[in-house]
């Protein structure tokens, strides 16, 4: 096969030198530019030249695992990708998408009505060199985790340098990475970058598919002008066929609210969202192809991404796809199969762009054998400019059979943010307060769970001493002087004898929480037919249930269910923040709260309370307040695994078995009016930590319980499954029998229970008669914390709790002073 960079080669005197790989991944075409003669034409960056679709993400995921696997999971969370327009756009997507945990942003030529500057820089060679920065949050580049830059090539390194110089005036940061396909910097160059990144005090590593160098021939700028004018023929458009409409439009059906790619940030969940619609999308789009047997999906300028992403469903549906785009750069075309550029077709602008009118190109479309075309562009771009009779579409119904036009909708942020180069911030009304809030924080950064299994919508107040004493805590709690949730228990270490009754109980447990897993997640399934709910469990009892949840629907039904953990506080409510959050993210109609189990109701009652509230006064409206339970002893809820009282071993631990996550913290001076309330990551427990055992070992039975829990999820559909509250009803008994007068000291329930025993002032343990095979760790507990064991009859639960009801000392808070309500 001829190399693409043949012509150039033996008509400027241009050499490629470097990894033998080079020459598949590089051709040459002459560019229409004084400022420099060749341009390097990658056959896999989806731009110039047509390639399959997975050739071109491919690439770039190769790139970003590498980039995580330099950075390490931890870092990795912490960073920001920044792509390049237009070139680099997908190409940088695709390396965040290598990465996993990271958002992604994208440079961009086309300002943005109502959308403020958070940056810019110049790429002095280009054809067009100014690049802006809109981030819809301006905290995106604001953090002080990695910045990972992204180009096609990195020729001069000036482009970057500008870019780092830029931001880090602004910005500073300690580390940034910068990728591209391919690293051509000339020996001159090389030390450039090292010798920057001394100067700023950070360090600069580099990664790329492949090294080498062009060198140029002195006098190459006339040589390849000279030449440039020898072969450039005045372009004669073609006539578009005269019957019938020149494209057939298909509705995309896009998910609302969804960016169309990176110029104003794209999040992990943005890419969660996209990547359950894709499947949906390229069954429209196979299907306006009408039997087409070689298509190509064309995208536009810096809408690369979706286009792509669209040709790889595409290509897994089993199209015979390829892919490529539109472009500004003026290129000379040679019909010569030693030049990377065969054919040109030229039309004008139809986005109205800031520069004003002008031609755009595509390449390598005409005579490229596809029987059809899947034009793709955003909703800005679809203006009767693309429509007339010299626009893009008739260039393309003249050389193709058949053209479809997907149209994307372009994303605007609703609210233009607070820039630090605006004069004065913008004030934004509460509802859009969500664009503002920062991402979910995730594993391995916080907790111990992988990233995609939970995102934690809280803020990490790893480094702030919360822990008081439990005896201490008691007395605040119940003298009035704290709330609960102000302070943090000392996490409990447990002994080698109740680790075994641990993992003894986990043994004889795991198929019975398995199957409530499967009863559970089934049913809400069936409550939810053809939507993907999306779990929020009530953190943290909650979220290893959420996990099991996800992994159920993930194993039995190759379903992707987002999973978000928040706070709930009783008598405080829950997080309002986080429901912005999410209510920005996701339809609040596909939300479904997940609790670990239910023992009299109260956060039953809560989230009801607290979700009428918040649409009261946020305005938005959908949530079902409704909780979906692994177990429902105390009869509160209508989605459950089971009624029954049994142990469930997550209720044993504390953090160790929670992702090495606290309860959640409220408290006025550390959580303010628009952040979400508090956690810690107790990384220093790692060496004790069973939260992954504890999933996995549970997860392993899936397979064998999944008759079982077809048969119990026939008979709860068809079950009268309203809430009796007989729970309810049993602890206000208890309360007044025992002369406590306070539910909230009635702790029902065999999770309950331990909590009691581990975090309280445990006064006395009730045990039903004939349960002791569910309560060998509860008799452990309170035997080494000296409580009586009264063994009942008649009681609706294992056991019940009861803290002490006139628990007195000396209150301190971690200051040593009394704590204060705040």
């Known amino acids: 096969m001829v190399w693409t960079g043949t012509w150039v080669a033996e008509r400027l005197g241009v050499e490629l030198i470097g990894d033998e790989e080079l020459p598949a991944l590089l051709g040459l075409a002459l560019r229409r530019n004084p400022k420099r003669a060749h341009l390097l034409v990658s056959s896999v960056l989806g731009k110039h030249v047509p390639q399959r679709p997975s050739?071109?993400?491919?690439?770039?995921?190769?790139?970003?695992?590498?980039?995580?696997?330099?950075?390490?999971?931890?870092?990795?969370?912490?960073?920001?990708?920044?792509?390049?327009?237009?070139?680099?756009?997908?190409?940088?997507?695709?390396?965040?998408?290598?990465?996993?945990?990271?958002?992604?942003?994208?440079?961009?030529?086309?300002?943005?009505?109502?959308?403020?500057?958070?940056?810019?820089?110049?790429?002095?060679?280009?054809?067009?060199?100014?690049?802006?920065?809109?981030?819809?949050?301006?905290?995106?580049?604001?953090?002080?985790?990695?910045?990972?830059?992204?180009?096609?090539?990195?020729?001069?390194?000036?482009?970057?340098l500008n870019t780092v110089r830029a931001l880090h005036e602004r910005y500073p940061r300690d580390r940034y990475v910068v990728v591209a396909l391919v690293d051509m910097r000339s020996a001159a160059d090389l030390g450039r970058l090292d010798a920057f990144a001394a100067e700023m005090g950070a360090r600069v590593d580099l990664i790329s598919g492949a090294a080498g160098t062009v060198r140029l021939p002195e006098g190459v700028l006339e040589k390849g002008r000279a030449l440039v004018a020898a072969h450039e023929a005045p372009y004669e458009p073609a006539a578009a066929p005269a019957h019938g409409p020149a494209a057939v439009r298909v509705a995309l059906d896009w998910p609302e609210g969804l960016p169309d790619g990176g110029r104003h940030g794209f999040t992990p969940d943005h890419r969660e969202r996209l990547e359950t619609a894709l499947p949906a999308l390229a069954d429209r789009v196979g299907q306006a192809l009408d039997g087409a047997r070689r298509p190509l999906v064309l995208g536009f300028e810096e809408l690369m991404y979706a286009p792509?992403?669209?040709?790889?469903?595409?290509?897994?549906?089993?199209?015979?796809?390829?892919?490529?785009?539109?472009?500004?750069?003026?290129?000379?075309?040679?019909?010569?199969?030693?030049?990377?550029?065969?054919?040109?077709?030229?039309?004008?602008?139809?986005?109205?762009?800031?520069?004003?009118?002008?031609?755009?190109?595509?390449?390598?479309?005409?005579?490229?054998?596809?029987?059809?075309?899947?034009l793709v562009v955003d909703s800005t771009a679809d203006t009767p400019a693309l429509h007339a009779p010299d626009g893009l579409i008739a260039q393309l119904a003249a050389h193709i059979p058949r053209v479809v036009l997907a149209v994307v909708p372009s994303y605007t942020p609703t609210a233009a943010p607070y820039s630090p180069y605006d004069a004065t911030p913008q004030v934004t009304e509460a509802p859009e307060r969500s664009s503002m809030l920062p991402e979910p924080l995730r594993g391995p950064a916080f907790s111990s769970y992988a990233p995609e299994e939970v995102g934690w919508l809280l803020q990490d107040l790893s480094d702030v001493e919360l822990e008081a004493p439990t005896e201490e805590r008691e007395e605040a709690i119940q003298s009035g002087g704290a709330h609960y949730a102000e302070s943090l228990p000392v996490e409990y270490q447990p002994s080698d004898r109740y680790q075994e009754l641990f993992h003894a109980a986990l043994e004889t447990s795991a198929a019975r929480i398995a199957r409530a897993v499967g009863t559970v997640t089934e049913t809400v399934l069936a409550e939810k037919p053809g939507r993907r709910p999306v779990l929020v469990s009530l953190a943290r009892a909650g979220t290893p249930?959420?996990?099991?949840?996800?992994?159920?629907?993930?194993?039995?039904?190759?379903?992707?269910?987002?999973?978000?953990?928040?706070?709930?506080?009783?008598?405080?409510?829950?997080?309002?923040?986080?429901?912005?959050?999410?209510?920005?993210?996701?339809?609040?109609?596909?939300?479904?709260?997940?609790?670990?189990?239910?023992?009299?109701?109260?956060?039953?009652?809560?989230?009801?309370?607290?979700?009428?509230?918040?649409?009261?006064?946020?305005?938005?409206?959908?949530?079902?307040?409704?909780?979906?339970?692994l177990a429902d002893p105390g009869s509160c809820v209508r989605t459950y695994g089971t009624r029954e009282d049994f142990l469930i071993p997550s209720a044993c631990l504390n953090s160790t078995v929670s992702g090495l996550i606290s309860r959640t913290v409220l408290r006025a001076d550390l959580v303010g009016p628009d952040d979400y309330h508090g956690g810690k990551f107790y990384r220093e427990l790692a060496d004790a930590d069973v939260s992954n055992d504890f999933l996995d070992a549970v997860a392993a039975r899936f397979d064998e319980v999944g008759a079982a829990v077809d048969t119990d999820v026939k008979e709860l559909l068809a079950a009268d499954r309203t809430p009796t509250w007989e729970g309810w009803a049993a602890v206000e008994r208890i309360s007044e029998e025992y002369g406590i007068h306070d539910v909230n000291l009635v702790k029902p329930g065999v999770g309950e229970t331990t909590r009691v025993l581990l975090r309280r002032v445990p006064w006395k343990i009730l045990a039903r008669r004939g349960a002791d095979a569910e309560l060998a760790h509860v008799r452990l507990l309170a035997e080494q914390r000296g409580v009586p064991v009264e063994v009942v009859d008649e009681l609706p639960y294992s056991c019940v709790g009861l803290i002490h009801p006139q628990y007195t000392r000396g209150a301190t808070g971690v200051d040593g002073k009394a704590v204060v309500s705040q």
């Open 545 to 629: 249930v959420g996990v099991l949840m996800r992994r159920w629907a993930q194993a039995r039904h190759g379903l992707d269910l987002p999973h978000y953990a928040v706070s709930i506080v009783r008598g405080r409510g829950i997080d309002a923040n986080a429901l912005r959050w999410i209510a920005a993210h996701h339809d609040p109609a596909d939300v479904v709260f997940v609790d670990g189990w239910t023992g009299k109701g109260a956060i039953t009652r809560e989230l009801a309370d607290a979700i009428e509230e918040f649409e009261a006064t946020e305005g938005i409206t959908g949530f079902d307040p409704e909780i979906a339970v």
């Open 55 to 160: 050739v071109v993400h491919g690439s770039g995921l190769d790139l970003g695992r590498r980039v995580r696997a330099l950075l390490g999971d931890e870092e990795a969370a912490r960073s920001v990708v920044l792509g390049y327009a237009e070139t680099a756009t997908a190409l940088g997507h695709a390396v965040a998408d290598g990465l996993g945990l990271a958002p992604y942003l994208h440079s961009t030529r086309r300002p943005v009505d109502g959308v403020a500057r958070a940056g810019g820089f110049e790429e002095s060679h280009s054809h067009a060199t100014s690049h802006l920065l809109l981030p819809e949050d301006p905290k995106l580049l604001a953090g002080d985790g990695p910045l990972v830059l992204v180009d096609d090539e990195f020729s001069t390194g000036n482009t970057v």
């Open 308 to 374: 792509l992403r669209l040709g790889t469903a595409l290509e897994d549906a089993g199209h015979d796809v390829h892919y490529s785009t539109t472009t500004r750069s003026p290129v000379l075309a040679v019909d010569d199969p030693g030049y990377a550029i065969r054919t040109r077709l030229v039309f004008p602008a139809h986005d109205d762009p800031a520069d004003g009118p002008g031609e755009r190109y595509a390449y390598n479309v005409a005579g490229g054998g596809f029987d059809a075309v899947v």
